[in-house]
């Protein structure tokens, strides 16, 4: 059966929705074509926001969530991460920068703010990356300020799967879940197969 997001994002917007938030998914972006470093042989191709979530009744950074997902299996090492970003150093078979374009180059950072904008009227968010494991100090990722720079002075923040999981499930109900993410986390918690700490 195949499933419209990948399951990290899934998972997102079950969380997100636990808290009270409306969710979107998968919203395209890209560099405007009159951008002055706009190369169409680079730039054609959208990048994508994978989750966004919007509350009603919060009024401050966290009225807007906006989520970038990584699935990696080996999880993320923030210090890692940024090491190769700034020597320009490859991952993953990529330059390491292309999976954070946002965070990294400015034509991007101006699309992503533009398409956050036109979709939930506010330029306030707080920016999460939502990650499989963590491995090392996620400071080191949070309090770089040339990332929230690039995306207008937004908090910078990452979540682990874990978390996400621990919280959902400790809200979950007997009541029918609303999402397919959702049942089976009710149907562990049901075989008594909750998220422990280690």
């Not at 700034?86 to 398409?115: I, Y």
């Not at 939502?130 to 990332?147: I, M, N, Q």
């Not at 937004?154 to 979540?159: A, F, H, R």
């Amino acid at each position: 059966m195949a499933t419209k997001e990948d399951i990290l994002e899934q998972v997102v917007g079950e969380y997100l929705i636990h808290k009270g938030y409306f969710v979107r998914h998968n919203l395209k972006f890209l560099p405007r074509k009159d951008h002055p470093d706009f190369d169409s042989k680079f730039d054609s191709n959208h990048s994508d926001i994978d989750v966004i979530g919007y509350h009603p009744l919060i009024e401050d950074k966290r009225k807007v969530i906006v989520v970038s997902c990584k699935s990696w299996q080996n999880g993320f090492s923030p210090a890692s991460e940024l090491d190769a970003i700034l020597k320009n150093k490859k991952l993953r078979g990529r330059e390491a920068w292309k999976a954070f374009r946002e965070l990294t180059v400015s034509k991007w950072s101006e699309a992503f703010l533009k398409a956050i904008k036109d979709t939930t009227g506010t330029d306030r968010f707080t920016y999460v990356i939502a990650v499989t494991k963590l491995s090392g100090d996620k400071a080191v990722w949070e309090c770089h300020e040339p990332f929230r720079q690039a995306i207008g002075g937004s908090p910078v923040t990452i979540l682990t799967l874990r978390e996400m999981v621990t919280e959902i499930q400790s809200e979950l109900t007997t009541t029918m879940a609303a999402t397919e993410i959702g049942r089976i986390l009710q149907l562990f918690a049901a075989a008594d197969m909750k998220v422990r700490d280690e």
